[in-house]
């Protein structure tokens, strides 16, 4: 049975399953099934919100996909998810609508769909491509506003089929790509003193699990199996932060999950979330893990109590990240 193992970021072009969650049968993570037939990998791109100046990136990334459309045995037809905002900003783009048809149209399914926010384009996706899945399918997210046109965005998306491999292989139920930040890096700041301090708070035993398996439990790069994509396509799916929701199933279900070390990569051409955005970040999280906990504390008597308490110390940590947030990012 595979150990705990720590994201190698030593060795970046290595797979690293880790343990699956306490409570799950021994000797059931990393060990291949023998008589589990491999399925299918269902590539989702989410293509960018906001169109860029440059399409190198979209352009590198794009013949990634192209292979991977190549590929039938291993992979279904890909699917590119676009915002019909992202569309209607660029209609009178010329560059955009080549784009859209002579690439991303021809390598690619396109999905047009109105979202509210990334992860409703995430919700999109992944449910038409489950509606065309099966079981032992497994399903790969794959963010578009990545820098993939620079030297280690190209070696980045050499390797980034290891992720869903993961779980094809390795039979696991939900593996999350992390990225490679430095300490004062705007994104590990908000996951530490933002995201990770508020499942403390309001999921503590669920936290402690989900950090054994990944330091990035907001990140955009991730693979899910279909058993699990089925009963979470079943939950209640929300607008932002659903990573963070993922796993707080997978936890709560006991679900076998890896992680996988993407890579030095950024989202961002400055590098950095602005104070306001880390801020709404934050503000999300709260949001949401609230509206998980009385979901699953509702019914009992006297569930707003422990509610109020708890949502005392919330506010806590959400004054403590802005402060912080002001002195490093401000």
């Known amino acids: 049975m595979l150990g705990i193992l720590p994201a190698l970021k030593h060795a970046p072009t290595m797979k690293t399953p880790t343990a699956t969650l306490p409570g799950t049968q021994p000797g059931s993570a990393g060990e ?11 590539p989702v791109v989410i293509y960018p919100f906001r ?23 291993k992979y279904a037809h890909p699917i590119t998810v676009i915002d019909r905002k992202t569309h209607y900003a660029n209609e009178g783009n010329k560059r955009f609508l080549d784009f859209r048809k002579n690439t991303v149209g ?10 509210v926010d990334t992860c409703q384009m995430w919700y999109s996706g992944l449910g038409m491509a489950f509606e065309k899945g099966r079981d032992n399918d497994v399903y ?25 491999e993961i779980c094809l292989e390795l039979q696991q139920d939900l593996c999350v790509g992390e990225i490679a930040t430095d300490h004062n890096n705007s994104k590990q700041l908000i996951d ?22 990944t330091e990035r439990p907001r990140s955009e790069f991730f693979a899910v199996r279909h058993s699990f994509l089925r009963e979470v396509l079943r939950q209640r799916w929300y607008a932002y932060e659903q990573t963070v929701v993922m796993l707080l199933q997978a936890a709560f279900n006991h679900q076998r999950i890896s992680r996988f070390f993407v890579g030095s990569i950024t989202d961002l051409p400055e590098g950095r979330d602005s104070l306001a955005s880390a801020m709404q970040q934050v503000e999300r999280t709260e949001r949401v893990l609230k509206a998980i906990w009385r979901e699953r504390h509702q019914a009992r008597p006297g569930w707003i109590e422990p509610y109020r308490v ?3 110390q919330s506010a806590q940590v959400c004054r403590t990240a802005q402060t912080i947030f002001q002195n490093l990012l401000g």
């Open 310 to 312: 708890l949502e005392t």
């Open 32 to 42: 291949k099934s023998p008589t589990a037939p491999f399925g299918k990998i269902h």
């Open 192 to 213: 530490t003193y933002g995201t990770f301090a508020l499942l403390y708070n309001w999921f503590p035993t669920e936290a402690q699990e989900i950090r054994q398996y």
């Open 51 to 73: 169109e860029p100046g440059d399409y190198s990136d979209l352009e590198q990334l794009y013949e990634l996909v192209a292979r991977l459309a190549r590929e039938r045995k």
């Open 106 to 115: 021809k390598h690619s399914k396109i999905l047009d769909a109105w979202c």
């Open 140 to 164: 790969w997210l794959i963010p578009g506003d990545f820098n993939y046109g620079t030297a280690f965005g190209r070696e980045i998306l050499a390797k980034l089929h290891d992720l869903p």
